[in-house]
């Protein structure tokens, strides 16, 4: 499965394109508009940061505690139910006078819904594409989720100037609606992929399995850090420059899409092995020269250019699989989504502190040379996997055929 022709005939593949790309523009919308509303009440970088990622705080817990169920639930109903669960909590959060405090124990309880998301979600793509297929389908997945950060940012941008911050998110809670009607008549109904019950002690073991191996670790490791540190510099992008944030967002979005279309479609097996270690760089590299405070233009060039970088955490996915047993893939993806959250969430937090005592344009340049340097540690347990070794030659001689001589050895 190597064309998009052949990705989309895939049953199923397209409803659950549908509901990636329809809740992606209704997060996109509800986060810038949640960021604003924020700032606009407290003028704190640190609050704003905290709005648009904080939630994320909870997919860590939710990793240790919820996790097993991603794999133990019927992917359909709990991807409508989630979608239900993030359409209501978005309507509360855009009701008027609604105090700052409050928005926060909301956000970290659909944090801990999201955290099951992830996991039901690839999972179920894994089920529904081959095992070749799983990197190109997931490719086009983040290519709509770019593709929905530049048109949602840049909408969403115009609708908080035009209809205020709470008209955009009920916007974004009409879009979570759509999202859920879409998983439940577009999916097909599917049993678990896992039998048994939900429990803290299996979301616990299986973790624990996953981590054990020195090789995961590395990825994982790669996977949340950097990019969480390089998401608390976009989540510095309101206080950075309040009237242009959703231009330097959308810029991040497509500089995301270009590297996942890359990567995905075109990017032959052997490059996508040497490209890994350079693209993990770039994602850092162009917020060093924040330092100076860049024009708008060079700025957003630099973030498209760094978001370029994600497409590392693509090819680091295609490792994970080949590092960890098919029955487990579904809590693999599950914990890398949810340490990733929580990881983005962390960077947010130490972004937003940093910016309170020096300014937002020095804590991004912070937060990249930090990035820099935890690639560079975890470069050497990264290197590329052996190749598998071939099958050995039986040395068992088969029955000769009666009436037949035996082959001579050699």
Known sequence: MR??????????????????????????????????????????PLLSALSMFGASFAQMIG??????????????????????????????????????????????????????LGGVRYGLLSEILPPEGYLIGRSVLNMSVGTMQIVGF?????????????????????????????ALFGLTSRPPRAAGRPSLSQTWRTNVELLSSTPRRYVYLAMWVPNGLIVGCEALFVSYSPHHAGVLLASAAVGMLIGDT??????????????????????????????????????????????????????????????????????????????????QAVGATLAGLVAQVTSPSMAM???AIVSVAVTLALAPGLRPLPKPAPEPESTIEPEPIPGQPRPARA
């Open 365 to 367: 340049t912070i937060m």
């Open 154 to 182: 840049g909408i969403g941008g115009v609708m908080v100037a035009a209809f205020t911050p709470r008209g955009t998110l009920v916007t974004g809670a009409v879009l979570y609606l759509v999202t859920a009607l879409v």
């Open 262 to 343: 890359m990567t995905g479609r075109f990017i032959s097996p052997e490059w996508r092995v040497r490209l890994g270690p350079p693209l993990r760089l770039l994602l850092a590299a162009p917020y060093l020269v924040f330092v100076v405070h860049p024009p708008l233009a060079v700025g957003a060039a630099l973030v498209l250019l760094a978001s370029i970088g994600y497409a590392a955490t693509l090819l680091l996915q295609e490792r994970l699989m080949a590092l960890t047993p098919t029955d487990m893939h579904g809590h693999a993806l599950g914990l890398h989504s949810s340490g990733m959250l929580t990881m």
């Open 63 to 116: 990793a240790l505690t919820l996790l097993s169920a991603a794999d133990r639930l019927p992917p359909r109903a709990t991807l409508a139910f989630s979608a239900l669960a993030f359409a209501a909590g978005t309507g509360v959060l855009a009701i008027p006078g609604l105090p700052v405090a409050a928005m926060f124990p909301i956000l970290l309880l659909l944090g801990l819904v999201a955290s099951v």
């Open 3 to 44: 064309t998009y022709r052949d990705l989309f005939r895939a049953p199923e593949y397209t409803p659950l394109f549908a509901t990636v790309t329809v809740q992606m523009a209704a997060q996109t919308v509800s986060g810038l508009a949640l960021g604003t509303l924020v700032y606009d009440k407290t003028h704190s």
